[in-house]
């Protein structure tokens, strides 16, 4: 049986290996795609809880705007939604009028609302089974 197969797939194996490990030293270092997706994670970070802090200390309209345009999307449970926003809404009660003029709403669907803010704004969210439905988060994304 001849071994010169052998050696050239471990010698492939070998130099794929010893690849892969300069790869990974590399993504690590400074200025490198991982570094830099890290960097900017926390920077985010950083402003989410800017706003974050803002809508809670100052009911600055704007800041949960913000929040509602890009940290809420369809799906979310109404705890996801409190975290993301670090405030808890409130249910809305006899609201059967008020979801007869909106599209895509349901009777039995359930509204939270966030706010006032310091201008009077209120901020609406429709629950349907537990999670955000018919969000559009544009329509914050404009008043910004």
Same mark, same amino acid.
């Given at each position: 049986?001849?071994?010169?197969?052998?050696?050239? /797939?471990?010698?492939?194996?070998?130099?794929? &290996?010893?690849? +892969?490990?300069?790869?990974? #030293?590399?993504?690590?270092?400074?200025?490198?795609?991982?570094d830099w997706f890290a960097r900017t994670s926390k920077s985010h970070e950083r402003e989410i809880n800017a706003h974050r802090e803002k809508w809670q200390s100052r009911s600055d309209g704007k800041a949960l705007k913000w929040l509602l345009a890009t940290q809420?999307?369809?799906?979310? /449970?109404?705890?996801?939604?409190?975290?993301? &926003?670090?405030? +808890?809404?409130?249910?809305? #009660?006899?609201?059967?009028?008020?979801?007869?003029?909106?599209?895509?709403?349901?009777?039995?669907?359930?509204?939270y609302r966030w706010g006032p803010d310091r201008e009077g704004e209120v901020f609406y969210l429709v629950f349907r089974e537990g999670k955000v439905v018919n969000f559009d988060s544009k329509r914050f994304t404009t008043k910004l």
């Open positions: 049986m001849d071994a010169t197969p052998i050696r050239v /797939t471990f010698g492939i194996l070998l130099l794929s &290996l010893s690849l +892969i490990s300069v790869s990974c #030293e590399t993504l690590r270092a400074p200025g490198s795609t991982a809420i999307g369809n799906g979310m /449970t109404l705890d996801e939604v409190n975290a993301k &926003l670090g405030d +808890i809404g409130s249910r809305e #009660e006899g609201t059967q009028e008020f979801k007869t003029k909106m599209d895509g709403v349901r009777i039995d669907d359930v509204l």
